[in-house]
Nanobody, 126 residues
Framework: QVQLVESGGGLVQAGGSLRLSCAAS????????MAWFRQAPGVEREFVAA????????NYADSVKGRFTISRDNAKNTVYLQMNSLKSEDTANYYC???????????????????WGQGTQVTVSS
């Protein structure tokens, strides 16, 4: 089992940047593909980005491609989401998720993911 704690959210102006972090505790972080999802009020949870266990494969939603970068540091049991050129439509609660999978391709569906953090709020003012 793994516990996930997100941090780094906040209020930022449009065009600005934030870096989210997700610290994992428990065993064998390297055995989990990791992902970020987001959810705004009244909207279904939306895939943002995912990264494979080794970090060699990544996957992005079209809406964030070229602006967001997911990365991980397996020595620190942490996954990051660097968000640049933020837009008002990026405003949401951002969740970190873990998938114990052997697939080299990280999934995009929330149903792939077994463990979730509590979320961190990102608000982009226009």
């Amino acid at each position: 089992q793994v516990q996930l704690v997100e941090s780094g959210g906040g209020l930022v102006q449009a065009g600005g940047s934030l870096r989210l972090s997700c610290a994992a505790s428990g065993r064998s972080f390297v055995n989990y593909a990791m992902a970020w999802f987001r959810q705004a009020p009244g909207v279904e949870r939306e895939f943002v980005a995912a990264i494979s266990r080794s970090g060699s494969n990544t996957n992005y939603a079209d809406s964030v491609k070229g602006r967001f970068t997911i990365s991980r540091d397996n020595a620190k049991n942490t996954v990051y989401l660097q968000m640049n050129s933020l837009k008002s439509e990026d405003t949401a609660n951002y969740y970190c998720a873990a998938d114990r999978t052997i697939s080299p391709t990280p999934g995009r569906s929330p149903y792939n993911y077994d463990y979730w953090g509590q979320g961190t709020q990102v608000t982009v003012s226009s």
